[in-house]
Antibody, heavy 124, light 107 residues
Framework: QVQLQESGPGLVKPSQTLSLTCTVS??????????WSWIRQHPGKGLEWIGY???????YYNPSLKSRVTISVDTSKNQFSLKLSSVTAADTAVYYC????????????????WGQGTLVTVSS | IQLTQSPSSLSASVGDRVTITCRAS??????LAWYQQKPGKAPKLLIY???TLQSGVPSRFSGSGSGTDFTLTISSLQPEDFATYYC??????????FGQGTRLEIK
C-alpha cells in the first residue's frame, strides 16, 4: 500500500521560502509510471494544483505560481520536495502531496494516493 | 481551462438520487476525475477518465460525459456520502485545475 507523508515547518514568515518534503513509502518513486504532485487548499476553499515532478527530474508547474515554485526529487530517499519563495499570507494553506497516474500520451489521469496534508501558516 | 460545478451546495436525504454537474470552458475529451473530500481529510478519488470507477468505490457512484459537460451521480445517498465533491480536469497541459466544489449536506 502506497503512503505519502508531508513534513516541514508549519509556520513561515512573510517573504521567506516555504519548504516541504513528501516521503513515499510502499512504492518507489524511481519505478516510473507516475508523476508526483503538490496541491494546496486555502482554508475553507477549493483545491489548487501547484505542480508535479517525474522521477527523472522533469517538472511542470501551474503557470500562476511558476515564478516562485521549485519541485525537486531525491530518489535515494524516495522523497520529493516543494519550495515556494517570497511567501505572503495568501500562501497560507493545507499542502498535499499526491501520486499522479498518467496515460500513454503522458497526460495525467488522476491522483490516486494523497498525503494527509500539512497546514502551513504564513505570519510574522 | 476553467471548471464550473453546479450546484455549489445541495441538500438531500438518505436514499435520494443526486447529480452534480461539471462544465469545462473548453473540450477536455474524457480527462476528468471526481473526488470526495470530508472535513480535515485529503480528497479521495472516486471516478477517473470521466466514467471509470476507482477500485473500492461503491457502485452507487457513477460518472458520465465527455468534451465539456460531465456529471457525477450518486444513485442512493448513504450517510457517509455527505461531503464536498470536486471535479478535476487533466487535459490542459501542463496545468491541472479543479472545480470550485459542491457541498452535499443532509436535509
Amino acid at each position: 500500500q502506497v503512503q505519502l507523508q508531508e513534513s516541514g515547518p508549519g509556520l513561515v514568515k512573510p517573504s521567506q521560502t516555504l519548504s516541504l518534503t513528501c516521503t513515499v513509502s510502499g512504492g518507489s518513486i524511481s519505478s516510473g509510471g507516475y508523476y508526483w504532485s503538490w496541491i494546496r487548499q486555502h482554508p475553507g476553499k477549493g483545491l489548487e494544483w501547484i505542480g508535479y515532478i517525474y522521477y527523472s527530474g522533469s517538472t511542470y508547474y501551474n503557470p500562476s505560481l511558476k515564478s516562485r515554485v521549485t519541485i525537486s526529487v531525491d530518489t535515494s530517499k524516495n522523497q520529493f520536495s516543494l519550495k515556494l519563495s517570497s511567501v505572503t499570507a495568501a500562501d497560507t494553506a493545507v499542502y498535499y502531496c499526491a501520486r499522479d497516474v498518467y496515460d500513454s500520451s503522458g497526460y495525467s489521469l488522476y491522483f490516486d494516493y494523497w498525503g494527509q496534508g500539512t497546514l502551513v501558516t504564513v505570519s510574522s | 481551462i476553467q471548471l464550473t460545478q453546479s450546484p455549489s451546495s445541495l441538500s438531500a436525504s438518505v436514499g435520494d438520487r443526486v447529480t452534480i454537474t461539471c462544465r469545462a470552458s473548453q473540450g477536455i475529451s474524457s480527462y476528468l476525475a471526481w473526488y470526495q473530500q470530508k472535513p480535515g481529510k485529503a480528497p479521495k478519488l472516486l471516478i477517473y477518465a470521466a466514467s471509470t470507477l476507482q477500485s473500492g468505490v461503491p457502485s452507487r457512484f457513477s460518472g458520465s460525459g465527455s468534451g465539456t459537460d460531465f456529471t457525477l451521480t450518486i444513485s442512493s445517498l448513504q450517510p457517509e456520502d455527505f461531503a464536498t465533491y470536486y471535479c478535476q480536469q487533466l487535459n490542459s497541459y501542463p496545468s491541472i485545475t479543479f472545480g470550485q466544489g459542491t457541498r452535499l449536506e443532509i436535509k
